[in-house]
């Protein structure tokens, strides 16, 4: 990736809004800098002085990387190149760290300091702390315009991304046995995404299924059910590869679909088509592929059962704006990603969803994944 061409036009859009910006480990600073992210965990890891842990950007200044010695260290992030490295030491004074580097940025009396969505609350008071007079805005609304547009090397890594996790379906796929419980199915799509080459899963795998005897649940789902038919199974995951995040859905009955379910596979299908065909770059907005796809399913009779919108930005982040939706009136642009994903989820019914990642082009979305169209039956 060309992060020396993305700074340099982050730090062009920064002069004149901003004096200085700060970025924690975070997808913007991946963006940025290469500076890569570890894959999260429930509870917080931190390290005396964490709130430093990040990048300061300057509009005219060679960007300072700041890290605590045991997230540089233990995080393998000593050796780093490209960037200006200032390692804090465990029993070093943070604060001192942070007004000796500030010195350098040379900035004015009343500052005007961007600072990264993703930054924690103690990281904005300790610069806080360090610059009483400084007026804050948003570091990520500022770099965002730059992160929407994907360039060709983006959509090459996103396109290993998609391969990636197809084929981890495909895997799936045959070890698919009638009985098997949620959590079972889960597992094994964690395991696929990482033996076919995938960072690990983007998001957490999540399946949302439905049938006569099994209600969908939201939000609190019994992983510990057994899957038997008649039972739709609707898979939503993806894999990260070099730090991009893909999102996938495809649907799986469980015994012979009745002939409800293969019409609510369809109309998804058809819906996802037609909201796929609306994304012409500079021709639509993202409401209005939203709307192109939930019509089909409004006269197919089930629009109340499409829940949530079309879909969502994506890239380094697995959401993110703009949002095909109602209200977002956003005109589609080409090199932008969407997810396009409908589905018609029913408590006590047959449900279907798919999901695929889409670039906008001139002549309509260009889907990166396109298997599995048809209704997967497990028997």
Known sequence: MDYTGRLRTFQQALAGKADLAFFPISADLQYLTGVPREMPTFGAVLHPGAWVEGAWISPHHAPVLTLPRMTAEFGGLQDIQGIDLRVLGDFEDPVALVRDLVRGFQLPSHPRVAISDRAFGYSTSGIQAVLPDATFLSATDLLRPQRTLKTEEEIAVMRKAGEITEAAFAAVIPNLKLGM????????????????????????????????????????????????????????????????????????????????????????????????????????????????????????????????????????????????????????????????????????????????????????GMALTSGFQDLIVIV
């Open 181 to 364: 419980t949620e959590l079972d199915v889960m597992a094994e799509v964690d395991y696929q995404i990482r033996k076919q080459g995938g960072a690990g899963p983007s998001f957490n795998t999540s399946m949302y299924n439905s049938g006569p005897n099994y209600p969908l649940i939201f939000g609190d789902a019994e992983h510990h059910r057994p899957l038997n038919p008649p039972v739709s199974l609707l898979f939503d995951f993806g894999a990260i590869y070099e730090g991009y995040c893909y999102d996938f859905g495809r649907t799986v009955s469980f015994g012979e679909p009745d002939p409800e379910m293969r019409r609510v596979h369809d109309l998804v299908m058809a819906s996802q088509r037609a909201g796929i065909e609306a994304l012409k770059a500079d021709a639509a907005t993202c409401e209005q592929a939203d709307q192109a796809a939930r019509t089909v399913i409004e006269n197919g009779g089930y629009g109340a059962q499409f829940r949530h919108r079309l879909g969502h930005g994506i890239g380094l982040d697995v959401h993110e704006p703009p949002f095909l939706t109602k209200g977002d009136t956003t005109v589609v642009r080409e090199g932008m990603w969407f997810t396009v994903e409908p589905s018609i989820t029913q408590h006590h019914s047959f449900s279907a969803r798919v999901e695929d990642v889409v670039l906008v082009t001139k002549l309509g």
